[in-house]
């Protein structure tokens, strides 16, 4: 069946035919915004209802007005060519007294004050004014109100009004999404009053599943971010963006290779030892890549971490997150451009030693192994004198000694480029609208020579339809590909040779060819010839949802989506001679010879399918009861086929089609895989007096995971929630705007990390263990490949079942100047499944068990603060979150050892073990009373580490029992991030605005491991920089390390303890950003209706104890592609 193909090019077709019909539509495209309509008229002693007739002619505008206004002898003159329709409309109001207020298509005409029937007070007077927003731009439709009086108006087209009052009156003026102001009218004939936005209430519809909530309504632990806080970082990826932000979402990156950071994102931490505990990303409701997705498409991102994800059961174990793109608006087209150049500088990479300070270190070990030192006061000399003439090798004959210096990552590395462009074009009509968007990044990297970069495209198309009143078709097509090069494993590889190649090889030899003696690589040969690795995933979406209101407040959902990923793998390993000084090929890098010179070629297509509908029933009964209720169904599933081939001795090193590779060392390999799963799911919200709020939902999933009679499991939530600032004794308090206390409990299932087909008993070809195909011979002459048992059928696993309770309190103060908002939380996952430990004769793998235990809890703060003071605009954010788990039963399988534990009943995930350091020997006294303990190397000396007796039973042991409380070892952290922070500090004045962003986390252990976890861990691998200095020597007694010695003692004075451990709590710029945006109208004669400038850095310093050179943030001992400091200008275009 070849579906992937078929589905591909159908759904280019229905992108095509989509994109023509929302360019070619019929339908008028009417400005909602009065300032985009033109109006060219001419009229004389012209009736008002003829004149309003053709003004509807030339707009599309509806304009509504009662019989006294019909009835009306009114003419006017009017003489204008292409004009805006306020100024249009401001003149009828001069000359016929009618005052207009519109809403979206529809303008309304009523009589003014002149045509009123009612006559003031006497005491009262005209108050007149105008209502401004923060920009200074009139506000359209604002409520005017006397206090404790049932009189009011409402603002005109430009924000003005007019109003009966008296001395003592107080005016309150409001308006949706700003906060309400009250002004004393006093002597005043005019206020003009500016109101400021209420980001709460401007921010009051969430999505949530299956629908949207506001957010005064919601129960849950939800929180969301807008496309203003994405937009203003200039990254190419959203979880860049997204770091620091939500308040109970980690993202932690460990490599700063373009295209390939490597991100974690967890909600709420650790779910389960299964899997990577990533919550379920939902894009526009159908699940999909964050990673692919283009950023400036964002239009909102809810994210569910409590009872909330309940609705998502089956696969929202580690919460859920909702992507919202952006949709098209009633209105002329709308063209923004976006484009950002940035310059990127390399920070956080292990630093390697100078020559010199290689040969000081080197004396000192050999001094410490009892040999005489190599490096002699005059080659010292010549080495500080960078003498460029070598001599032969003193210890190892055919080799040179150089006294030149090279630094490695110079050599190899340099300052990257990014630049990123998007253009979008949005609007629509009457019936429907649009949103077409094209983006486009490149990212240039920062190895030299090498092709190093990451390249993206995004095309995307939103349109809307109104197929009837009732009916709406809403499509949503999206195409992203991306495109990284790199020089092979990632850019790790070469960059570990980096740090690890002599500082006193040269790169060339004298005839120019890439050198090396001793069996070193050479980076920058690797780099420049040897290895080319292409990644390319192409990934098409498809979405389609139809929304029928069948009666008022019932409607009904059904959506289909498609995703359709490919992804082509090149990875091709030439042999690289390398020569000697001599210029004889000593050996050959990348391959092992120009026959091993290989090409390996991987395709993988991924087919997702995803079918849904539900019912929906909104409505209010009386005043006080609201109703909620949703019922559904939905099916997914997914198909994987993979296929991988490689071959070497290829004819020439410049052709590296498969088929002209030799034959005898070709291999290939390939897979299918296929998952479904079905759901029914359904919600039930009441609200009494917008005061009492609970919410029931349910999930009733099944998965082709388990065996047919453990597949379903029923996933239920609950939640509720008391606006108590809604109560008579607080409504009408100084000190609460709102106060909200909220509760809920969830169960939510766990399939990820778990084989697709382990409860069938499978059996597999058997190896050598490096890959090599294990083949008998038979008596007649024939061959047979050896196969058996796959991990044992596990016909009773079933569900990992995730109970989480939170409980979080909601308040506003000082006019909700000041939010505050707490949680804490609880997470228990009680049927984890674990692997079960029987005999090693049992030949074969046995099946996991649902078994384990696993709790994790903790909270979320969010502070928030935003004022003004004159004419400048503030605001402060800050938030901070912490979870902490506990593996509570692992069965006996967990694992007992120095150094990082992943799995340690009554221990955090990842946690760590370790001698507790002491300090090193200082005499001979303290050397011999520290050798009376059993298990102290019998060669230890002077200058070499100690470690505590912990228990005192004079032995010096890992562990005494099982639980190691009678050893030597004991816990010393977690590599899990402990206290997350984040800190948004923004201002506005004028056209000028900025922003910072500060991000962190307050606990945090790391050790240092693999080659850089000792000076000399292979007698050939000199120490980092790091230790130069620091290390026990006789002229540096009080020295924290131990001494240095190419020894065996090595091994003992740096195993794993307090020695090696790290803090690795860090702060980080993460972001700032200062932008000016041009007055209105000062380029409109070029079109441009808003122009923005903007100078940003992204990870602009940090605040760390980490020593050697290691980003506090990574985790790959040193060898990780550098993280990169990134400086940019930015330009921000509506049309």
């Given at each position: 069946?070849?579906?992937?193909?078929?589905?591909?090019y159908?759904?280019?077709?229905?992108?095509?035919i989509?994109?023509?019909?929302?360019?070619?539509?019929?339908?008028?495209?009417?400005?909602?915004?009065?300032?985009?309509?033109?109006?060219?008229?001419?009229?004389?002693?012209?009736?008002?209802?003829?004149v309003?007739d053709?003004?509807?002619?030339?707009?599309?505008?509806k304009?509504?007005?009662?019989?006294?206004?019909?009835?009306?002898?009114?003419?006017?003159?009017?003489?204008?060519?292409?004009?805006p329709?306020n100024?249009?409309?401001?003149?009828?109001?001069?000359?016929?007294?009618?005052?207009?207020?519109?809403?979206?298509?529809?303008?309304?005409?009523?009589?003014g004050?002149?045509?009123?029937?009612?006559?003031?007070?006497?005491?009262?007077?005209?108050?007149?004014?105008?209502?401004?927003?923060?920009?200074?731009?009139?506000?359209?439709?604002?409520?005017?109100?006397?206090?404790?009086?049932?009189?009011?108006?409402?603002?005109?087209?430009?924000?003005?009004?007019?109003?009966?009052?008296?001395?003592?009156?107080?005016?309150?003026?409001?308006?949706?999404?700003?906060?309400?102001?009250?002004?004393?009218?006093g002597?005043?004939?005019?206020?003009?009053?500016?109101?400021?936005?209420?980001?709460?209430?401007?921010?009051?519809?969430?999505?949530?599943?299956?629908?949207?909530?506001?957010?005064?309504?919601?129960?849950?632990?939800?929180?969301?971010?807008?496309?203003?806080?994405?937009?203003?970082?200039?990254?190419?990826n959203?979880?860049?963006?997204?770091?620091?932000?939500?308040?109970?979402?980690?993202?932690?990156?460990?490599?700063?290779?373009?295209?390939?950071?490597?991100?974690?994102?967890?909600?709420?931490?650790?779910?389960?030892?299964?899997?990577?505990?990533?919550?379920?990303?939902?894009?526009?409701?159908?699940?999909?890549?964050?990673?692919?997705?283009?950023?400036?498409?964002?239009?909102?991102?809810?994210?569910?971490?409590?009872?909330?994800?309940?609705?998502?059961?089956?696969?929202?174990?580690?919460?859920?997150?909702?992507?919202t793109?952006?949709?098209?608006?009633?209105?002329?087209?709308?063209?923004?451009?976006?484009?950002?150049?940035s310059?990127?500088?390399?920070?956080?990479?292990?630093?390697?030693?100078?020559?010199?300070?290689?040969?000081?270190?080197?004396?000192?070990?050999?001094?410490?192994?009892?040999?005489?030192?190599?490096?002699?006061?005059?080659?010292?000399?010549?080495?500080?004198?960078?003498?460029?003439?070598?001599i032969?090798?003193?210890?190892?004959?055919?080799?040179?000694?150089?006294?030149?210096?090279?630094?490695?990552?110079?050599?190899?590395?340099?300052?990257?480029?990014?630049?990123?462009?998007?253009?979008?074009?949005?609007?629509?009509?009457?019936?429907?609208?649009?949103?077409?968007?094209?983006?486009?990044s490149?990212?240039?990297?920062?190895?030299?020579?090498?092709?190093?970069?990451?390249?993206?495209?995004?095309?995307r198309?939103?349109?809307?339809?109104?197929?009837?009143?009732?009916?709406?078709?809403?499509?949503?097509?999206?195409?992203?590909?991306?495109?990284?090069?790199?020089?092979?494993?990632?850019?790790?590889?070469?960059?570990?040779?980096?740090?690890?190649?002599?500082?006193?090889?040269?790169?060339?030899?004298?005839?120019?060819?890439?050198?090396?003696?001793?069996?070193?690589?050479?980076?920058?040969?690797?780099?420049?010839?040897?290895?080319?690795?292409?990644?390319?995933?192409?990934?098409?979406?498809?979405?389609?949802?139809?929304?029928?209101?069948?009666?008022?407040?019932?409607?009904?959902?059904?959506?289909?989506g498609?995703n359709?990923?490919?992804?082509?793998?090149?990875?091709?390993?030439?042999?690289?001679?390398?020569?000697?000084?001599?210029?004889?090929?000593?050996?050959?890098?990348?391959?092992?010879?120009?026959?091993?010179?290989?090409?390996?070629?991987?395709?993988?297509?991924?087919?997702?399918?995803?079918?849904t509908?539900?019912?929906?029933?909104?409505?209010?009964?009386?005043?006080d009861?609201?109703?909620?209720?949703?019922?559904?169904?939905?099916?997914?599933?997914?198909?994987?086929?993979?296929?991988?081939?490689?071959?070497?001795?290829?004819?020439?090193?410049?052709?590296?089609?498969?088929?002209?590779?030799g034959?005898?060392?070709?291999?290939?390999?390939?897979?299918?895989?296929?998952?479904?799963?079905?759901?029914?799911f359904?919600?039930?919200?009441?609200?009494?007096?917008?005061?009492?709020?609970?919410?029931?939902?349910?999930?009733?999933?099944?998965?082709?995971?388990?065996?047919?009679?453990?597949?379903?499991?029923?996933?239920?939530?609950?939640?509720?929630?008391?606006?108590?600032?809604?109560?008579?004794?607080?409504?009408?308090?100084?000190?609460?705007?709102?106060?909200?206390?909220?509760?809920?409990?969830?169960?939510?299932?766990?399939?990820?990390?778990?084989?697709?087909?382990?409860?069938?008993?499978?059996?597999?070809?058997?190896?050598?263990?490096?890959?090599?195909?294990?083949?008998?011979?038979?008596?007649?002459?024939?061959?047979?490949?050896?196969?058996?048992?796959?991990?044992?059928?596990?016909?009773?696993?079933?569900?990992?079942?995730?109970?989480?309770?939170?409980?979080?309190?909601?308040?506003?103060?000082l006019?909700?100047?000041?939010?505050?908002?707490?949680?804490?939380?609880?997470?228990?996952?009680?049927?984890?499944?674990?692997?079960?430990?029987?005999?090693?004769?049992?030949?074969?793998?046995?099946?996991?068990?649902?078994?384990?235990?696993?709790?994790?809890?903790g909270?979320?703060?969010?502070?928030?603060?935003?004022?003004?003071?004159?004419?400048?605009?503030?605001?402060?954010?800050?938030?901070?979150?912490?979870?902490?788990?506990?593996?509570?039963?692992?069965?006996?399988?967990?694992?007992?050892?120095?150094?990082?534990?992943?799995?340690?009943?009554?221990?955090?995930?990842?946690?760590?073990?370790?001698?507790?350091?002491?300090?090193?020997?200082?005499?001979?006294?303290?050397?011999?009373?520290?050798?009376?303990?059993?298990?102290?190397?019998?060669?230890?000396?002077?200058?070499?580490?100690?470690?505590?007796?912990?228990?005192g039973?004079?032995?010096?042991?890992?562990?005494?029992?099982?639980?190691?409380?009678?050893?030597?070892?004991?816990?010393?952290?977690?590599?899990?991030?402990?206290?997350?922070?984040?800190?948004?500090?923004?201002?506005?004045?004028?056209?000028?605005?900025?922003?910072?962003?500060?991000?962190g986390?307050?606990?945090r252990?790391?050790?240092?491991?693999?080659?850089?976890?000792?000076?000399?861990?292979?007698?050939?691998?000199?120490?980092p920089?790091?230790?130069?200095?620091?290390?026990?020597?006789?002229?540096?007694?009080?020295?924290?390390?131990?001494?240095?010695?190419?020894?065996?003692?090595?091994?003992?004075?740096?195993?794993?303890?307090?020695?090696?451990?790290?803090?690795?709590?860090?702060?980080?710029?993460?972001?700032?950003?200062?932008?000016?945006?041009?007055?209105?109208?000062?380029?409109?004669?070029?079109?441009?209706?808003?122009t923005?400038?903007?100078?940003?850095?992204?990870?602009?310093?940090?605040?760390?104890?980490?020593k050697?050179?290691?980003?506090p943030?990574?985790?790959?001992?040193?060898?990780?592609?550098?993280?990169?400091?990134?400086?940019?200008?930015?330009?921000?275009?509506?049309?």
């Amino acid at each position: 069946m070849n579906f992937p193909t078929i589905t591909r090019y159908n759904w280019m077709c229905c992108s095509i035919i989509l994109v023509f019909l929302a360019l070619s539509s019929p339908k008028p495209l009417q400005a909602q915004e009065n300032q985009k309509e033109r109006i060219t008229i001419q009229v004389k002693n012209q009736p008002i209802q003829k004149v309003f007739d053709d003004l509807s002619k030339q707009t599309g505008l509806k304009f509504f007005y009662g019989e006294a206004i019909a009835n009306r002898n009114v003419q006017v003159n009017l003489k204008f060519k292409n004009a805006p329709i306020n100024s249009v409309l401001n003149e009828i109001t001069r000359q016929a007294n009618l005052y207009f207020k519109r809403e979206n298509n529809t303008i309304a005409v009523s009589l003014g004050n002149a045509g009123n029937a009612s006559v003031p007070v006497t005491q009262d007077r005209k108050v007149t004014g105008i209502i401004t927003d923060e920009r200074g731009e009139p506000i359209i439709g604002a409520n005017v109100v006397v206090k404790g009086t049932s009189k009011g108006t409402v603002t005109d087209l430009n924000g003005e009004y007019s109003i009966e009052a008296n001395g003592k009156s107080i005016l309150l003026i409001s308006y949706i999404g700003y906060l309400s102001e009250e002004v004393a009218v006093g002597n005043n004939k005019t206020l003009n009053i500016q109101l400021k936005e209420d980001a709460q209430k401007l921010d009051e519809v969430v999505v949530i599943g299956y629908g949207t909530q506001k957010r005064s309504n919601l129960s849950g632990a939800i929180s969301k971010v807008t496309s203003e806080v994405i937009e203003s970082k200039p990254v190419t990826n959203v979880l860049s963006a997204l770091q620091g932000e939500i308040p109970g979402m980690v993202i932690q990156r460990s490599s700063g290779q373009p295209g390939n950071e490597d991100f974690k994102m967890n909600i709420r931490g650790v779910s389960s030892a299964n899997g990577d505990s990533a919550p379920l990303v939902l894009v526009d409701g159908i699940p999909g890549d964050i990673n692919m997705i283009n950023p400036q498409d964002i239009d909102a991102i809810s994210v569910l971490k409590d009872a909330s994800a309940s609705i998502y059961g089956a696969r929202a174990a580690g919460g859920v997150v909702l992507i919202t793109t952006k949709k098209g608006a009633t209105g002329a087209p709308k063209i923004t451009y976006n484009g950002n150049l940035s310059i990127s500088k390399m920070t956080g990479m292990m630093k390697a030693p100078t020559n010199y300070e290689m040969a000081i270190m080197d004396n000192e070990a050999n001094i410490h192994n009892g040999s005489a030192p190599m490096y002699t006061q005059e080659l010292l000399d010549r080495i500080l004198s960078n003498d460029p003439n070598p001599i032969d090798h003193p210890l190892y004959g055919g080799w040179k000694l150089f006294f030149t210096n090279t630094d490695w990552m110079d050599e190899l590395l340099n300052n990257g480029v990014q630049h990123k462009h998007n253009l979008t074009i949005s609007g629509g009509g009457e019936k429907s609208n649009y949103y077409l968007s094209a983006g486009y990044s490149k990212q240039f990297g920062v190895v030299k020579y090498a092709d190093d970069n990451n390249t993206k495209y995004n095309l995307r198309m939103n349109y809307d339809y109104r197929i009837t009143d009732w009916l709406k078709l809403e499509t949503k097509v999206a195409l992203d590909n991306n495109k990284r090069t790199d020089v092979g494993s990632n850019g790790a590889w070469v960059i570990g040779e980096a740090i690890l190649d002599m500082p006193n090889h040269p790169v060339y030899n004298a005839d120019g060819n890439f050198f090396t003696q001793g069996g070193w690589s050479n980076a920058v040969a690797l780099a420049k010839e040897s290895e080319t690795a292409t990644f390319k995933t192409r990934e098409m979406n498809g979405n389609f949802r139809l929304i029928a209101n069948i009666i008022d407040g019932l409607t009904l959902t059904a959506q289909a989506g498609v995703n359709y990923k490919n992804k082509n793998n090149e990875d091709i390993a030439k042999a690289i001679p390398l020569y000697t000084w001599d210029n004889n090929i000593t050996y050959y890098t990348g391959a092992g010879s120009p026959e091993q010179s290989a090409v390996d070629r991987t395709t993988e297509e991924t087919v997702y399918q995803n079918y849904t509908a539900y019912l929906n029933y909104d409505k209010n009964f009386g005043p006080d009861h609201h109703l909620d209720a949703m019922l559904g169904m939905a099916y997914e599933t997914e198909e994987v086929r993979m296929f991988m081939a490689r071959r070497d001795n290829f004819i020439s090193d410049e052709l590296w089609e498969l088929n002209l590779g030799g034959t005898g060392n070709m291999k290939n390999d390939a897979k299918a895989e296929h998952w479904a799963t079905g759901s029914t799911f359904a919600r039930l919200g009441y609200s009494f007096k917008n005061k009492y709020i609970l919410e029931t939902n349910f999930r009733y999933d099944g998965s082709s995971r388990f065996a047919p009679g453990n597949r379903w499991r029923m996933f239920p939530g609950v939640s509720a929630s008391w606006r108590i600032s809604q109560e008579n004794f607080l409504k009408n308090s100084k000190v609460f705007n709102e106060l909200k206390l909220r509760a809920s409990y969830g169960q939510t299932g766990n399939q990820e990390g778990i084989r697709l087909y382990d409860y069938i008993q499978l059996l597999k070809f058997r190896d050598d263990g490096w890959g090599t195909k294990l083949i008998y011979p038979f008596g007649n002459g024939s061959q047979s490949q050896a196969m058996g048992l796959d991990v044992l059928a596990g016909v009773d696993r079933t569900w990992e079942i995730l109970e989480n309770v939170n409980v979080g309190v909601d308040a506003a103060f000082l006019d909700s100047r000041l939010g505050f908002s707490f949680d804490y939380f609880v997470k228990m996952n009680n049927n984890m499944l674990i692997p079960v430990t029987y005999p090693s004769m049992l030949g074969a793998e046995a099946p996991y068990s649902n078994s384990g235990k696993l709790r994790t809890n903790g909270f979320e703060l969010t502070l928030n603060w935003t004022d003004k003071i004159g004419n400048v605009e503030y605001s402060a954010q800050f938030q901070l979150t912490d979870a902490v788990n506990k593996l509570v039963e692992y069965g006996g399988a967990d694992t007992y050892k120095l150094g990082l534990n992943e799995t340690r009943e009554g221990y955090p995930m990842n946690s760590y073990f370790a001698y507790v350091y002491d300090g090193v020997i200082k005499d001979q006294a303290d050397l011999d009373a520290y050798k009376k303990l059993e298990g102290v190397p019998s060669n230890i000396g002077i200058g070499d580490a100690k470690f505590k007796d912990l228990n005192g039973d004079g032995k010096i042991s890992t562990y005494g029992d099982k639980d190691g409380d009678d050893g030597d070892a004991e816990y010393v952290g977690s590599t899990t991030p402990r206290y997350s922070f984040g800190l948004n500090l923004g201002a506005k004045w004028n056209n000028f605005d900025i922003s910072v962003f500060f991000q962190g986390v307050a606990k945090r252990t790391l050790f240092r491991e693999g080659d850089f976890a000792m000076p000399w861990s292979d007698w050939w691998r000199y120490p980092p920089q790091f230790y130069y200095g620091q290390t026990w020597n006789e002229d540096r007694p009080d020295a924290y390390y131990p001494r240095l010695t190419h020894g065996e003692i090595r091994h003992w004075n740096y195993q794993a303890s307090t020695l090696q451990k790290i803090n690795a709590a860090y702060i980080r710029l993460k972001n700032i950003q200062i932008g000016y945006t041009l007055p209105k109208g000062a380029l409109q004669k070029l079109g441009i209706e808003r122009t923005r400038f903007y100078v940003s850095g992204q990870d602009l310093f940090e605040i760390h104890n980490v020593k050697g050179g290691w980003d506090p943030e990574s985790d790959k001992a040193g060898f990780n592609y550098p993280f990169q400091r990134y400086y940019s200008f930015g330009i921000d275009l509506t049309f």
